[in-house]
């Protein structure tokens, strides 16, 4: 066996979140066992994932047509807009279940230290929906965190200027925390709290 081709693969699994050296290497080893035809499935599907997946045109959010789910979806209420980092939180908020609007994912946050500016970011993209659809909320659900609130402050100040509400989610969310760590009650809450930042 090359041991190379073990250590790559070791190596290949800790990108995953949650997996250290331990769970790497037992994930390898449990291939063992996988048939051939298991071993292409996986690859293949791995394949597939990479290849298919692309960004919704409305929202920015993982698609694997041109536009996601959520902006195809006629029952969702095309007046409201929750701005989110990453598709990740638009799950974490779908969990919820008390959200009916649309979303729109920002691919990160402004951050001189990491050299990402909001042109950086999916904000034109966002302005612009404002004046195509009927939007009359905009509500911003970012980090509370140095990066988080200088965003949320950033695009507030364009958004104030159209005219429509904007609002920030924010009670009982801790600084620093990753919206798509916190538990659901505290996610309900905060947006059921959210408050208006004119
Ligand atoms: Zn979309």
Redesign the pocket.
Known sequence: MDSLIIKNLIESFKKLPSIGDKSAERIVFSLLEFTSDDITNFSNNLLAFREKIGR??????I?FDN??????DLDRNKSKILVVEKPKDVVSFERIGNYNG??HVLGGVISPYSGIGPNDLSIEALIKRIDIDNVNEVILALKPNIEGETTMQYIGNILLKTGIKVTKIATGIPVGADIDYLDQMTLELAFEERKSIS
């Open positions: 919704c045109e409305i929202c920015n959010n698609t536009n996601c789910e959520i902006c195809t649309l979303y």
